[in-house]
């Protein structure tokens, strides 16, 4: 019997590729979708072994983290891997540690995807080999702990993805604009993000 996957992209010719490649290694393509509520759905009403999914889709239903927490709450069983063409190494590496089962960059070969799949099925976890190069380039490789946030870096990163200046939130936390960008430099580092767009990438996916 052929492994069955449930595919989603918002792409059709990324779905249409995705198919094809499944398809020769000898798995059966259970259902596709183009955004999350269409996933979710299929997952519900389609047996399958395992979910290959992009991480960003617009459309109805959630995305991003949000999505795969959903399917994470729902089917803890069900191996998920995740097409990305993300970049940042503290999110990646942060997707890894909830529990995701594979991450196979989008830029790269799709032969990698059945690769990918069925370490998944297996129990293991898949990395593409340059998003695992660009983990292990910031020893962000797990199973290295990643550092907590403190609480008031926490509240930071919070406040700036409510979309707060470093000013602003100084002035609303009652601390001088340099503590908070002391502690904005602090919670990056420890996020893995080198830079304020990578930051705001970061923050993007949280809001999903």
């Known amino acids: 019997m052929h ?11 990324v779905l249409h590729g995705i198919r094809i490649v499944l398809e020769r290694h000898r798995m059966s ?16 009403r389609q047996p399958c072994h ?12 959630p995305d991003g983290a949000d999505l795969l927490d959903t399917l994470r709450r729902r089917y803890p069983a069900l191996p998920v891997v995740v097409l990305t063409g993300a970049r940042h ?10 529990g995701l089962h594979g991450l196979v960059d989008k830029s790269a070969d799709f032969g990698e995807l059945p690769q990918a799949l069925h370490a998944a099925m297996a129990g293991k976890v898949f990395v593409s080999q340059q998003l695992r190069c660009l983990l292990q380039s ?13 609480a008031r870096e926490q509240q930071v990163v919070q406040l700036l993805g409510e979309g707060l200046s470093v000013n602003a939130i100084a002035e609303h936390c009652g601390r001088s604009a340099k503590t908070i960008s002391r502690q904005k430099a602090e919670a990056m ?6 830079n ?11 809001r999903g």
């Open 29 to 44: 393509v259970a259902g596709a979708a183009a955004d999350g509520a269409g996933l979710l759905d299929l997952v519900a």
């Open 50 to 61: 395992a979910v290959l999914t992009d991480l960003s889709m617009p459309g109805s239903g």
């Open 138 to 150: 910031r020893d962000l490789m797990f199973p290295r702990p990643q550092a907590p946030l403190s």
């Open 196 to 206: 304020n767009l990578e930051l705001h990438d970061y923050l993007q996916l949280q």
């Open 3 to 13: 492994p069955r996957i449930i595919i989603a992209d918002d792409h059709p010719v």
């Open 89 to 98: 190494p503290g999110l990646l590496d942060g997707l890894l540690r909830d």
């Open 189 to 194: 580092r420890k996020l893995g993000l080198d």
